[in-house]
């Protein structure tokens, strides 16, 4: 992974190689350095399998070297820089809901688990996110209350920030108009409250059925 001084030499990086963001969760940061392999090596001549210890050998340090690290973000304090324009367009616009679309990208993403900090705990029957660095109980409504403000908020900056491309890409007054209603959370409610019920379900329902393959921490 590529490290840089400062923001320029970042965008001028990715501009220059197409370069996509990627999660820190499988950059290696930090690595187990203990010095498995000189013992194990050192082992092997006394075991009467070589071919057994040599596998258990690769295996061992295979595990060593991939042990990834990163932290979770807190709640509304997310990573948002692979959420481009593009995947704007083709992901969110594209989709029945484009907010609860937005909000599946954040938080509920294998491939940036550092965003997933909302969890539920099928025993305990319970929502948990992640809030100034630890975890706590949140209501339920509360939590797609603020999911659905924040998301709705997000997706109109996009729109207003990029219009002319969106525009352009949508080429019809008509869908220009609907798209603007099905990401303002409030005149989707109003113009559209049975699709906006169902918004609110499915939200819950992506929330529940979530299953990541990350510990939180």
């Known amino acids: 992974m590529f490290t840089f001084a400062d923001r320029r030499g970042k965008s001028s990086h990715k501009r220059r190689n197409n370069c996509k963001p990627k999660s820190i969760a499988f950059a290696n940061e930090k690595p187990n350095t203990t010095n498995t392999t000189t013992n194990t090596t ?126 352009n890409l949508i080429n019809n007054i008509n869908h220009i108009e609907e798209v603007k209603t099905y990401i303002n959370h409030n005149m989707l409610e109003q113009i559209h409250p049975k699709k906006f019920i169902l918004m609110t379900k499915e939200t819950k329902n992506t929330i529940k059925n979530f299953e990541s393959t990350y510990p939180m921490n």
């Not at 509920?108 to 319970?126: A, G, S, T, V, W």
Request: with cysteine; hydrophobic share 30%.
């Open 42 to 167: 050192n082992n092997i001549t006394n075991n009467t399998n070589n071919n057994i210890t040599n596998n258990n050998t690769n295996n061992n340090i295979t595990n060593n070297i991939t042990n990834n690290y990163y932290i979770t973000n807190n709640f509304e304090k997310e990573r948002l820089d692979y959420i481009t324009k593009d995947i704007i367009y083709e992901k969110c616009f594209k989709a029945c809901f484009p907010i609860l679309k937005l909000i599946e990208l954040i938080h509920f993403n294998n491939d940036y688990p550092e965003n997933q900090n909302i969890r539920y705990d099928n025993k305990k029957k319970l929502i948990n996110i992640k809030k100034d660095d630890i975890w706590t109980t949140i209501d339920y409504s509360y939590l797609i209350f603020n999911l659905l403000i924040n998301n709705s908020r997000l997706l109109t900056n996009y729109y207003n920030d990029y219009k002319d491309y969106f525009d």
